[in-house]
């Protein structure tokens, strides 16, 4: 809403001002310049994880399940998805992955990505 009523504001303030194109100009520029920072930011962490896709090392550990991240998405109706918290058994690190299928308490063989946590279930312990 904000990001709205700021573009419907630059509009009328363009409409004003007598040079126009220049000032259309900048204010596309800007707005290309935002969005793809924004768009490169969400990405990164994909680009950072191909090196391991490609040379297929994925993180491998076996972790068991302490709860879960749930996260609420506010559409119509209200979507809420869990990420797992899984502690890591051999070194007690603690990470949220993004996997499905798993229960609280148990034990699973994880291979995942760092920077996305994107992960699938190797074996049920």
Partial sequence: TFIALAVI?????????????FLLAIFFT????????LVVKELLPYFRDWKYVKNDEFLIFIGEVEGYKLITYSSDPPT??????VKNISNNEV???????TKERMKYKFAYLPNTKLAIILEKF
């Avoid at 630059?10 to 126009?20: A, G, R």
């Avoid at 809420?80 to 918290?85: H, L, N, R």
Wanted: charged letters at 20%; hydrophobic letters at 40%.
């Fill in 9 to 21: 504001s630059c509009v009328q303030w363009i409409e004003n001002y007598k040079n126009k194109s």
């Fill in 30 to 37: 800007i707005c290309t310049i935002v969005l793809f920072v």
């Fill in 80 to 85: 809420t998805e869990k990420f797992p918290i």
């Fill in 95 to 101: 990470v949220t992955l993004n996997v499905d299928d």
